[in-house]
């Protein structure tokens, strides 16, 4: 029996969007092969979610589940009642639906296969080999991979573990496409491929601009008064930024290509702010009365 996606990921049909996306997420984090990687009742639970956001997740075939086109599978529905599979004597009869006829598909005419058999006629239909369904996950990955791109190894809900490339850039929403990593053919053809629904983790220190990443880097008042150096962080390892002489909060220093990688790269712009190494030295605070004379 097909899986009742609604069911599996435990939200009504009434459901937003946003619901249908949280319930996913909580319970494909909780389930995931990492955590729980020799429990194979928790694999086969991370299957059937994310099958089930397979089918809530994409607009188009949500919109045919509800409409009892395709089953929890994602197979088109076929006869309902009668004989197993809806045809008399038992046999299985489904179809696509294309174009603007549900008879119209890949599988042929349902009718058609019926009265041909009976009567020895009828036109007869060759699908050919039919790719196996995409599988979608969605993935967390760092600040820093999303702008400097990377190399991750991440596990598929079969266990497979595969390196997968990050390219520098990416944003949140945006999919990776994993060729032939989704389910097997039903019948002989090209596997279906995996679709990776990319979320980047924000960042504490950086924010994204574009292709430019922006920072505040805190420096000393001796430092804003006479220049010095001081050690910044970028994503791509930590580097030494030159602040001249006289300078005031809220300026801003560029770091050129320090942003997202590309070709070209971006930049990162570090706006200084100035903080007092100790408040309460008695040297500066007398230096301040007499500056208010």
Avoid at 102 to 128: H, S
């Amino acid at each position: 029996m097909a899986l009742d996606p609604y069911s599996v990921l435990g939200v009504p049909r009434t459901a937003s969007e946003a619901e249908v996306k949280k319930a996913y997420r909580n319970k494909a984090k909780a389930l995931h092969p990492d955590l729980h990687p020799d429990d194979a009742k928790k694999m086969e639970e991370f299957k059937r979610v994310s099958q089930a956001w397979d089918i809530l997740g994409d607009k188009d075939k949500k919109a045919k589940f509800d409409r009892g086109e395709i089953d929890g599978d994602g197979n088109p529905a076929g006869f309902p009642g009668g004989a197993p599979g809806g045809g008399p004597g038992g046999g299985t009869y489904r179809w696509e639906t294309r174009g603007g006829s549900p008879f119209d598909g890949a599988q042929g005419d349902p009718f058609e296969e019926i009265l041909g058999g009976m009567f020895g006629g009828g036109r007869r239909r060759n699908p050919g080999p039919q790719k196996g369904r995409d599988i979608r996950y969605r993935v967390e990955i760092s600040f820093e991979d999303s702008v400097t791109g990377a190399r991750r190894r991440m596990t598929m809900a079969d266990g497979t573990a595969l390196d997968v490339n990050i390219p520098a850039g990416i944003e949140s929403g945006q999919s990776l496409r994993l060729k032939s990593q989704g389910q097997p053919s039903p019948n002989g053809g090209a596997p279906g491929d995996a679709l990776l629904e990319v979320e980047i983790r924000p960042s504490r220190i950086w924010e994204r601009d574009g292709k430019d990443l922006r920072m505040t880097v805190p420096i000393s008042l001796q430092t804003a008064l006479l220049g010095g150096s001081v050690e910044v962080k970028t994503p791509s390892g930590p580097v030494t930024l030159k602040v001249p002489p006289g300078s005031n909060s809220d300026a801003q220093l560029r770091l050129r290509g320090k942003g997202v990688q590309g070709s070209p790269p971006g930049n990162l712009y570090a706006r200084l702010k100035i903080v007092l190494d100790d408040p309460a030295d008695s040297g500066l605070r007398k230096w301040a009365e007499g500056r208010s004379k």
